[in-house]
């Protein structure tokens, strides 16, 4: 199985280019269930556009580097160029740069303060673990 790959190399460290709504639906299928072809994404879709608008959004996101596309026999497959966590590392420090002036405080802050912020003790006590090991680490490197 052949594996085309989007745009080159030299492209790969800028910031991922935004995503519609549509494409965004149709990598959280692709992502749900590891591989998909055109026909298993369009039945995957909740009000899903023509099958051909989904062929063609696959297109796209294989050429915006999001999708990866094998041969698989006569139809091809699609699968995520990159692991979820990755990715979304990736458009969350796209985000924070872009509204947040680059300050993570800040975004969790945005985060903590709206009606979804409501954290449970466990979720808590994971981000004050994470900020202990961070700390740790800034002394570690001698910030």
């Given at each position: 199985?052949?594996?085309?790959?989007?745009?080159?190399a030299a492209h790969a460290?800028?910031?991922?280019?935004?995503?519609?709504?549509?494409?965004?639906?149709?990598?959280?299928?692709?992502?749900?269930?590891?591989?998909?072809?055109?026909?298993?994404?369009?039945?995957a879709m909740p009000d899903?556009?023509?099958?051909?608008?989904?062929?063609?959004?696959?297109?796209?996101?294989?050429?915006?580097?999001?999708?990866?596309?094998?041969?698989?026999?006569?139809?091809?497959?699609?699968?995520?160029?990159?692991?979820?966590?990755?990715?979304?590392?990736?458009?969350?420090?796209?985000?924070?740069?872009?509204?947040?002036?680059?300050?993570?405080?800040?975004?969790?802050?945005?985060?903590?303060?709206?009606?979804?912020?409501?954290?449970?003790?466990?979720?808590?006590?994971?981000?004050?673990?994470?900020?202990?090991?961070?700390?740790?680490?800034?002394?570690?490197?001698?910030?």
């Amino acid at each position: 199985m052949a594996i085309r790959k989007g745009r080159d190399a030299a492209h790969a460290s800028s910031p991922p280019p935004p995503l519609s709504r549509r494409e965004r639906q149709i990598l959280d299928v692709i992502y749900h269930l590891g591989k998909a072809s055109a026909a298993d994404v369009h039945a995957a879709m909740p009000d899903a556009p023509t099958y051909t608008t989904v062929r063609g959004l696959l297109r796209i996101l294989v050429e915006k580097n999001h999708l990866l596309q094998e041969q698989d026999g006569r139809r091809y497959v699609y699968l995520p160029a990159t692991p979820r966590p990755a990715a979304g590392a990736s458009h969350l420090k796209h985000v924070v740069r872009t509204f947040f002036g680059g300050s993570a405080a800040d975004a969790m802050a945005a985060l903590l303060g709206s009606d979804k912020g409501q954290l449970s003790d466990s979720e808590l006590a994971r981000l004050q673990t994470m900020l202990t090991e961070a700390r740790r680490n800034r002394r570690g490197q001698g910030i």
